[in-house]
């Protein structure tokens, strides 16, 4: 079942900004966008934005998410240690009748 | 407080059967999609199988399709993973999580319940 496209790794440092990406297709992402997971090694995961881009309650301004075309980002400001974790894109696949994850992207922050 | 909790995993053997459980409470189950994102060790969330608030409709991954069936009870709170023939590449934490209304989102997870198929 096909996924969503997320580069496996990102590195920036301590208060820098980092984007990370997400790219699907017009049947998911393009067609209702993409919702955005914090994952920190041995929790489950955290929801950070709805595919509307909004942000759940309790959720830093720090992190935005916003959508182009088949692709989605979430941009984290002000790199905190905390930051450091595992993303995951998620959004409904019309042509599949099915959810679908992006392959996760593992951030570190130096 | 909103929450939801799995149980049923262990370890089984491959071909056997297994069935999770999720109870949520702190909110009204009767209104929200529910779903299983599951996890193998050391991978991504792969999502599972989904089921509409009143139960009527569900959708599965194609890996777990004819296998796994998922069912809610919505006078007890609770919404069921069946696993039959389970195979190695089954084995994974399993998540319940609920989807947010209208929001696309998984917005609540429980804390995950192992599962491994191994002789």
């Known amino acids: 079942q096909a996924g969503l496209t997320q580069p496996p790794s990102v590195s920036k440092g301590l208060r820098q900004t980092a984007t990370l990406t997400c790219t699907g297709n017009?049947?998911?992402?393009?067609?209702?966008?993409a919702a955005w997971l914090q994952q920190h090694q041995g929790h489950p995961p955290k929801l950070l934005s709805y595919?509307?881009?909004n942000r759940p309650s309790g959720i830093s301004e720090r992190f935005s998410a916003s959508r182009s075309g088949n692709t989605a980002s979430l941009t984290i400001t002000e790199l905190q240690p905390e930051d450091e974790a595992d993303y995951y894109c998620?959004?409904?696949?019309?042509?599949?009748?099915?959810?679908?994850f992006g392959g996760g992207t593992k951030l570190t922050v130096l | 407080q909103v929450q939801v909790v799995e149980s049923g995993g262990g370890v089984v053997q491959p071909g056997r059967s297994l069935r999770l459980s999720c109870a949520a409470s702190?909110?009204?189950?009767?209104?929200?999609?529910m779903h299983w994102v599951r996890q193998a060790p050391g991978k991504g969330l792969e999502w599972v199988a989904v089921?509409?608030?009143?139960?009527?409709?569900?959708f599965y991954a194609g890996s777990v399709k004819g296998r796994f069936t998922i069912s809610r009870d919505n006078s007890k709170n609770t919404v069921d993973l069946q696993m039959n023939s389970l195979r190695g590449e089954d084995t994974a934490v399993y998540y319940c999580?609920?989807?947010?209304?209208?929001?696309?989102?998984?917005?609540?997870w429980g804390q995950g319940t192992m599962v491994t198929v191994s002789s």
């Open positions: 999580a609920r989807e947010s209304s209208g929001e696309g989102a998984f917005d609540i």
């Open positions: 702190g909110f009204t189950f009767s209104s929200y999609v």
């Open positions: 089921i509409s608030p009143g139960g009527s409709s569900q």
């Open positions: 017009s049947n998911n992402v393009g067609n209702q966008g």
């Open positions: 595919r509307n881009d």
């Open positions: 998620s959004a409904w696949d019309s042509s599949l009748s099915a959810w679908v």
